[in-house]
C-alpha cells in the first residue's frame, strides 16, 4: 500500500501559477505511473497527467497540454505538477494517484486532494 499526501493548493489569479506536490511513502513507487486528477464541483473526477516509472513518459489531458508540467522524482518518492496560465476552469480538488496505464486507467492509491481556486 502506497500513502499519498499533496501539499501546494491554494489561490490563484486567471493567468498565474502554482505548483503542487505529492509525497509517497510505504511500497515502492517506481513501478507505478504517477499522477494528478481533478474533480470541479458536481463534476466527475478526471485525468489530468501522469508519468511513467521512469519518467520519460508523460501524457496530459487536452485540456491542460502546453500549460502543465508533470514531473517525478525516484530518489525523493515525490511527483509534482506546476500549473501555469492557470484559468478559473482549472479550479477543482486536485488528487494524487498511483496506478497503471498512462492515462492511469486503473488507480492503485489516492491522496486526499489538495484545493485549487482559480479566480478570474
Known amino acids: 500500500q502506497v500513502q499519498l499526501v499533496e501539499s501546494g493548493g491554494g489561490l490563484a489569479q486567471a493567468g498565474g501559477s502554482l505548483r503542487l506536490s505529492c509525497a509517497a511513502s510505504?511500497?515502492?513507487?517506481?513501478?507505478?505511473?504517477m499522477g494528478w486528477f481533478r474533480q470541479a464541483p458536481g463534476k466527475e473526477r478526471e485525468f489530468v497527467a501522469s508519468?511513467?516509472?521512469?519518467?520519460?513518459?508523460?501524457y496530459y489531458a487536452d485540456s491542460v497540454k502546453g500549460r502543465f508540467t508533470i514531473s517525478r522524482d525516484n530518489a525523493e518518492n515525490t511527483v509534482d505538477l506546476q500549473m501555469n496560465s492557470l484559468k478559473p476552469e482549472d479550479t477543482a480538488v486536485y488528487y494524487c494517484?498511483?496506478?497503471?496505464?498512462?492515462?492511469?486507467?486503473?488507480?492503485?492509491?489516492w491522496g486526499r486532494g489538495t484545493q485549487v481556486t482559480v479566480s478570474s
Open positions: 510505504g511500497r515502492a513507487i517506481t513501478v507505478y505511473f
Open positions: 494517484a498511483t496506478g497503471l496505464g498512462n492515462n492511469l486507467a486503473t488507480v492503485t492509491s
Open positions: 508519468i511513467n516509472w521512469g519518467g520519460k513518459g508523460t
